[in-house]
């Protein structure tokens, strides 16, 4: 079983009659400690794991595969998504760790996941009081615990654009940051002035001051950096030195997928002998996931420590 063969000490746990899969705490605190981050790759379908897991297992990079509400509910639910990729990890021979994550999770979402046989899951009570936010949080931090799951929580929304109006993302109360943190969670999303999509032009950047007191008021938990799309290399090498573990990345795999696709159609590849079956015309984009990925892991540091 790859967890042997990656050399984790995490004790095997069965999440929901899955047993390929680790939860994520053990990666990211090796991460924290070794000054690199791990990807978070979302992902949407099978060829997009297909594309992901071959990606790390090739460069030897630990993997969070992140699913949001929407791509979960898209891929006919939790259960689904848990199957598939525990039976992926294990017919691809995959030996690097793999977690399979809740990404912005809903309250219910959680409970769902955690029945479904995810390794870990995200709580986003972001936009609840503070009060609320820690009600929720810590009763899902128990209900993670009690089945060896890892949690994340997030403090500060992470912006974005929405309706064509660009939103900054919020920057983290550290004081906030320390009562999350403070429930036990595993890792923490603290809005630094991070957005998800492409970043629009007059982007300020992330704020490291921001990172700095959140980092320090938290007790060295790992962090994690939402809307790692467009971030520029000196700003994530940066992010990590101040105690990022995580890095969150979609939207590009999602653009360069839709480039490579657009490319065989457009050069009529779909027209020439068997070009329209699925298996040929997915291929291009599968292969720029691909790419992809492996850039992000050099970028992260984490290429061989899976
Ligand atoms: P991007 O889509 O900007 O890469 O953000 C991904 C993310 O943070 C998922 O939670």
């Known amino acids: 079983m790859h967890k042997a063969v990656c050399g984790y000490e995490q004790t095997p746990i069965i999440f929901g009659g899955n047993n390929m899969l680790v939860n994520a705490t053990e990666m990211l605190i090796k991460a924290r400690d070794g000054h690199y981050g791990v990807p978070q790759f979302n992902i949407n379908n099978l060829e997009w794991t297909k594309a992901v897991l071959t990606a790390c297992e090739e ?3 630990p993997v969070i595969l992140g699913v949001s509400e929407g791509a979960g509910k898209y891929m006919t639910g ?19 760790p793999v977690a399979l994550h809740l990404d912005h999770g809903t309250y219910e979402g959680c409970k769902a996941c955690v ?14 009081s503070i009060e609320e936010n820690v009600e929720k ?21 992470i912006g974005g654009v929405e309706d064509g109006v660009v939103g900054n993302g919020e920057i ?3 004081a906030e940051c320390a009562k999350i ?15 998800h999509g492409v ?17 320090k008021a938290t007790n060295n938990i790992p962090l994690v950096l939402h809307g790692g799309t467009g971030i520029p290399d000196d700003m994530i090498a940066k992010a990590i030195s101040l105690g990022v573990s995580k890095i969150n990345i979609n ?56």
């Open 59 to 61: 460069m030897k990079s």
């Open 78 to 96: 939790f259960k689904t998504v848990a199957a598939m990729v525990d039976a992926m990890v294990d017919s691809m021979g995959i030996t690097v």
């Open 115 to 128: 029945e479904a046989g995810f390794s870990s899951i995200m709580f986003d009570g972001s936009h609840y």
């Open 137 to 157: 949080t810590k009763e899902l931090v128990a209900l993670a615990h009690s089945k060896g799951m890892s949690i994340e929580a997030e403090v500060g929304s």
């Open 172 to 174: 983290a109360d550290p």
């Open 181 to 195: 943190t403070d429930l036990g969670i595993d890792f923490l999303a603290a809005g630094i002035g991070n957005i």
């Open 199 to 215: 970043y629009p032009a007059n982007w300020k950047g992330l704020d490291f001051e921001a990172l700095d007191r959140i980092h």
């Open 251 to 306: 939207t590009e795999c999602q653009l360069v997928f839709a480039e490579a696709t657009r490319k065989y159609i457009e050069e009529g590849k779909d027209q020439q002998g068997k070009g329209f079956d699925p298996r040929k015309l997915l291929a291009p984009g599968a292969k720029a996931i691909e790419a992809k990925c492996k850039e992000k892991i050099e970028l992260f540091g984490c290429a061989g420590k899976g």
